[in-house]
Structures are given as C-alpha cells and as structure tokens.
Nanobody
Framework: QVQLVESGGGLVQPGGSLRLSCAAS????????MGWYRQALGKQRELVAT???????NYADSVKGRFTVSRDNAKNTVYLQMNSLKPEDTAVYYC??????????????WGQGTQVTVSS
C-alpha cells in the first residue's frame, strides 16, 4: 500500500499564492509520475499538473504560467506552487502518484484532498 499525505491548502485572496505538498510513503517500487488534480463543487475531477520521474511536466491550459509542479525524488514528494490565484481555482486538490508495476502497467494512488479557496 501507498500512503499520500497532503498539506498546504487554505484560504487566499485573489492574486495570492499557495504551495501544496504531497509526500508518498509505503510500498513504493517505482514511481512513474506524481501530480495534482482538482475537483470544484459540482464538476468533474480534472488534471492540474503532473511530473514524471524524468521531470517531464504537463499542465492544464488554465494554469500554465501561474502554477509550477516540482518533485523531490529522494523524498518521494511532489509540490505545486500556485501563483496569481483566481476564484476559479477554488477546488479540492488531490495528489496523485502513479506507480509502474511492469512495462505498460500502472497503478494510481490518491491523497485525501486539500481544500483551496480563493476569495476576497
């Protein structure tokens, strides 16, 4: 089993910044990628940003230029630096870790979610 512990959510004013962290622990064999997804009230969960073990990144168009995903491979930790936050960024943010079981086969683990609220 893999456990993901998230931290860093909260309430921030529009234009402000927050930094999310997620540490993975447990039976970690090979992490293919880590990242963040979010789910706003009444909407489906969507990708925010991911980063592979080789540091390739992928961002949702809505956050490009404002959010930065990074990871510390030694600590199995992924970060999301969120700048210039907008009210539409308000959502529960979920950490995701994708483990590679064998070539072409992956298993996803999810954190419990952390609330980010952008409001004046």
């Amino acid at each position: 089993q893999v456990q993901l512990v998230e931290s860093g959510g909260g309430l921030v004013q529009p234009g402000g910044s927050l930094r999310l962290s997620c540490a993975a622990s447990g039976s970690i064999v090979s992490i293919y990628a880590m990242g963040w997804y979010r789910q706003a009230l009444g909407k489906q969960r969507e990708l925010v940003a991911t980063i592979t073990s080789g540091s390739s990144t992928n961002y949702a168009d809505s956050v490009k230029g404002r959010f930065t995903v990074s990871r510390d491979n030694a600590k199995n930790t992924v970060y999301l630096q969120m700048n210039s936050l907008k009210p539409e960024d308000t959502a529960v943010y979920y950490c995701n870790t994708r483990l590679q079981i064998r070539p072409g086969m992956f298993v996803d683990y999810w954190g419990q979610g952390t609330q980010v609220t952008v409001s004046s």
